[in-house]
């Protein structure tokens, strides 16, 4: 269908929706199976932005925006880790393991740390907690320049040009933004609702 730059009708636009849901359907259909298999919650006790970015981190999997629900699935965890140490270390609160770093000033590994000196994550979710952090979402978040060396260019650094790839042409570097989104969800749903129980129970 081809579109002017004039402003569209709305039953022009209506078509344009249909067409796109009618292509992504196929996509849509596995991510959202994926979603129910993995959950196990239906309900949770958690703040109310926690949850919201607990929500609109599923939402964009499904959809199909990748590189967000893994933003938003690491906006998610922070948010719940700092709301429960903004409650329990009131306000101005500081943390502990971090020089005395004030809460709102925390970067997510320090609340991280501070969680599991407070027996609140396991090891286990440390350990996936710092992998979502270093390995999916800081690639994305902190984007580098190219970097050459003997020569050539190491494709499995996270600069800017790999991350296009994982993007774009995943099968160039055999590694894909959806698999790195399915592993932050599977990440978020499986360990966000138990870890928000374990604090607010």
């Known amino acids: 269908m081809k579109i ?3 402003t569209l009708k709305d039953n022009e636009c209506k078509k ?6 009618k292509h992504a359907y196929a996509g849509k259909l596995k991510r959202l199976k994926f979603l129910l298999t993995q959950e196990n919650y239906n309900v949770f006790p958690a703040p109310a932005l926690a949850i919201e970015y607990y ?3 599923r939402f964009c999997w499904y959809v199909g925006a990748f590189v967000a629900s893994i933003c938003m699935v690491q906006l998610a965890f922070e948010e719940l880790l700092r709301s429960y140490y903004r409650s329990a270390r009131g306000i101005e609160g500081r943390l502990k393991s971090s020089i005395n770093k004030k809460v709102d000033n925390a970067a997510f590994y320090e ?3 501070e969680a599991r000196e407070d027996g609140l994550i396991s090891d286990k979710e440390k350990q996936e907690l ?13 984007v580098k320049d190219v970097k050459i060396k003997n020569g ?3 494709l499995q ?5 790999t991350q296009y790839l994982k993007i774009k042409t995943p099968k160039v570097i055999e590694v894909d933004v959806e698999d790195e989104a399915r592993l932050a ?3 978020l749903i499986t360990i966000l609702p138990k870890i928000s129980i374990r604090m607010w129970g």
């Open 185 to 187: 969800i599977k990440i």
């Open 4 to 6: 002017s730059r004039k």
């Open 130 to 142: 710092n992998y979502l952090r270093k390995n999916i979402r800081n690639p994305y978040i902190h």
């Open 152 to 154: 050539k260019q190491n």
């Open 111 to 113: 609340l991280i740390e």
């Open 16 to 21: 344009l929706i249909i067409a796109n849901d």
């Open 157 to 161: 650094t996270p600069d800017f040009f």
């Open 55 to 57: 929500e609109e981190a």
